[in-house]
């Protein structure tokens, strides 16, 4: 940059996202000074202290247009150069009627809609600000009144535009050969042609034929006016016009004839300096392929090179374009051409692959990782080493659309930095859930057919005169890395697994086992063991449990099957049928969370459990009055039918008193014994 020009202000409204530090690096190093606010009326009132060579909007604030639009109108009006303008460029979050809107009432010069690169808006920044000698509108005025051509062209002169004069009517063609304007200003009278005939033969000549012609004259005459138009005049001023007015009108009339000069033929789809396609054309196919729904098989890598911020420093920005043009060649040309890739931003590229398999995409982003971080590099004389990321995106996976799927490769490619390899293939949450669900599936299935569900065990005692030792017990499964799933965590995979009959007779299994051993000690035990209702329903549960005790050699009366009451409730009567059948082995049931109430006193009658434990909520310490009475109720119910009653989930002396005080029969609790994985509890002296 030239040390004797002053830099050109820029303010910029952002909550300084990545990208904005991103653009406020690029802004810099063009030239510019950047003055980055993140308040909208902290933004208004730094305009209005002093005006900037030009505004910029970012994404994070494109909701706040309308305010950025009214103070910079507010700037212009005060200001002493009436010809005063601000350009003001704006970043859209998306493309929207709505923001098109709103950015053509807050005076927008330029809107960029995603994706745009830090680069991209830089070169539309420049354009914006691009002086009149270059890139400012060309107007030939044809005026034989000195004094009217003098002031239309010192008006638009001072407006940044080159308007040039020409006096002689008949001279018009030569002038326009050697300006080449974007639009003529027409006088309507004059010697020798009147604008209407000249506005005839300019129409006829191939090269200017299309160039827009405005009258500029005090004629009043409609029909004259009509004349003018209707050879080929584009507009009508009326003489005298406002400077501002005539300011307007060229400017418009020049911009829309240079939005329709369409090209001879369609861009390529591909840059042919680098191979890389469009960013338009790629995102168009990806938008395409995920509107065919779910059957795409599509997916998309994430390119990234790490560092870019450093390279810039080290090597410079120019060196740094030319470095990822080269960048971008090497990828297009590791590509089969199946694929195609497109420059997403200044230091990344995103590839749209056939093939979304996860292990497809894996060892694609792997040959491109390579490709790039082995390849020899050069940037300013100095040797480059890259360093890759790379995000994968399997299309199936379901994004709304394609802006959608270009957030969720970003993320993961940001995610992939801290993977070993750099690479990271993006699993939906759904997807994530339903492996983590089918792993722990997979796991219980394999315990159980390994055996190794272990037990635990909490004593139950007796509130006087049994020492009988009798345990509560607990399913267990220890992970190799040592974490313990405990029954609460084990039931519920059962259930989605399929899995709780194999399950239940796997700890059934483990209990008789336990059983025995405590037999052949001649310490005997009867130990309670939780089955669900699908296996004790089941059609050969009972036959199994019969043979299981003649293997092991155990009396039925060592178990206890717990059921609960909400499950006995859905099925009493086939729940009884079993129950008949358990008590001709000796092995007894109990009903466990029995809360008091007509439907369980039934159930009790029909299954004639030995045992009830009792629901938390009746024992617990600050219980309703209802809920005490019920327990009550429950006791005396229990104990007229000869069920031996158990309160448990015991922890303080308080509720263990009270429980002793209605009549129960067994507490069990961390307060009399904690869960273990041992039989050792000394019922002796656990009695109260």
């Known amino acids: 940059m030239n040390p004797s020009i002053p830099p050109r202000s820029v303010y910029l409204l952002s909550d300084a996202n990545a990208f904005a530090t991103e653009l406020v690096k690029r802004l810099e190093s063009s030239g510019f000074q950047v003055e980055t606010v993140a308040d909208v009326e902290e933004f208004a009132e730094l305009l209005l202290g002093l005006s900037p060579h030009a505004m910029l909007v970012d994404a994070s604030h494109v909701g706040d247009l309308a305010a950025v639009g009214a103070a910079r109108r507010e700037v212009q009006q005060r200001s002493r150069d009436k010809n005063l303008r601000i350009p003001l460029l704006a970043l859209a979050s998306d493309d929207s009627l709505t923001v098109r809107l709103e950015a053509r009432r807050a005076g927008v010069g330029a809107l960029l809609l995603p994706p745009f690169g830090a680069a991209e808006v830089v070169s539309q920044l420049k354009t914006l600000l691009a002086p009149a000698a270059k890139d400012g509108e060309r107007v030939l005025i044809v005026e034989d009144d000195r004094a009217q051509a003098l002031f239309a062209q010192s008006v638009l002169n001072n407006a940044g535009m080159q308007a040039e004069v020409e006096h002689e009517p008949l001279h018009v063609l030569d002038a326009l050969a050697a300006l080449r304007p974007d639009l003529i200003l027409m006088d309507l009278h004059m010697p020798d042609a009147n604008g209407a005939e000249l506005t005839a033969l300019i129409r006829e000549h191939p090269s200017f034929g299309a160039i827009p012609i405005v009258f500029l004259s005090g004629e009043s005459d409609p029909e004259a006016r009509f004349a003018a138009i209707d050879a080929g005049g584009d507009d009508f001023l009326a003489k005298p016009i406002r400077p501002r007015h005539l300011i307007a009108t060229v400017r418009n009339r020049v911009s829309r004839a240079r939005k329709v000069e369409v090209p001879a033929v369609a861009p390529a789809e591909r840059d042919p300096g680098s191979g890389l396609h469009r960013r338009e054309f790629v995102l168009a196919r990806i938008q ?401």
């Open 288 to 688: 395409a392929a995920l509107d065919d729904g779910d059957g795409v098989a599509a997916g998309v890598l994430f390119v990234k090179v790490m560092g870019a911020s450093a390279l810039r420093d080290r090597i410079g920005l120019a060196a740094l374009d030319k470095l990822f043009a080269a960048i971008g060649r090497a990828l297009a040309d590791g590509l089969d051409g199946a694929s195609i890739a497109t420059a997403i931003t200044d230091d990344a590229f995103l590839v749209l692959a056939p093939d979304g398999d996860e292990t497809a995409l894996t060892e694609l982003a792997g040959r491109l990782r390579d490709r790039l971080s082995e390849q020899s590099f050069e940037a300013g004389g100095m040797p480059v080493q890259l360093r890759i990321a790379v995000g994968a995106c399997p299309l199936r996976a379901g994004y709304a659309d394609a802006g959608a799927l270009l957030d969720v490769a970003e993320r993961t490619c940001r995610e992939a930095r801290a993977q070993d390899g750099g690479i990271k293939v993006h699993v939906s949450p759904e997807a994530a859930e339903r492996r983590r669900q089918q792993g722990e599936e997979d796991l219980l299935r394999q315990a159980i057919a390994g055996d190794r569900i272990d037990l635990a065990v909490q004593a139950i005692v007796a509130i006087k005169g049994s020492v009988d030792a009798r345990y509560q017990t607990f399913a267990r499964l220890r992970h190799d890395d040592g974490r313990v799933w405990m029954a609460a965590e084990i039931l519920p995979i059962a259930l989605r697994a399929g899995v709780m009959v194999q399950l239940d007779r796997c700890v059934l299994t483990r209990a008789l086992a336990m059983a025995r051993h405590q037999r052949d000690r001649w310490a005997p035990v009867q130990l309670f063991v939780p089955q669900s209702l699908r296996s004790l329903v089941s059609v050969d549960h009972a036959q199994w449990i019969k043979q299981e005790l003649a293997r092991q050699g155990v009396e039925g009366a060592a178990l206890l099957l717990q059921c609960s009451l909400d499950d006995a409730l859905l099925n009493p009567a086939l729940l009884a049928a079993f129950a008949a059948s358990m008590r001709v082995l000796g092995v007894r049931i109990c009903l466990v969370n029995y809360r008091s109430g007509s439907e369980a006193d039934a159930v009790l009658e029909a299954i004639a459990p030995a045992f009830i434990r009792l629901a938390a909520s009746a024992i617990a310490a600050n219980a309703s009055p209802d809920a005490r009475a019920g327990l009550a109720r429950a006791i005396e119910r229990a104990h007229a039918l000869g069920i031996k009653v158990i309160g448990a989930g015991v922890e303080d002396a308080q509720v263990a008193a009270s429980l002793w005080m209605s009549g129960i029969d067994f507490i069990q609790g961390n307060l009399v014994h904690p869960v273990s994985d041992s039989l050792q509890f000394d019922f002796r002296e656990g009695v109260m």
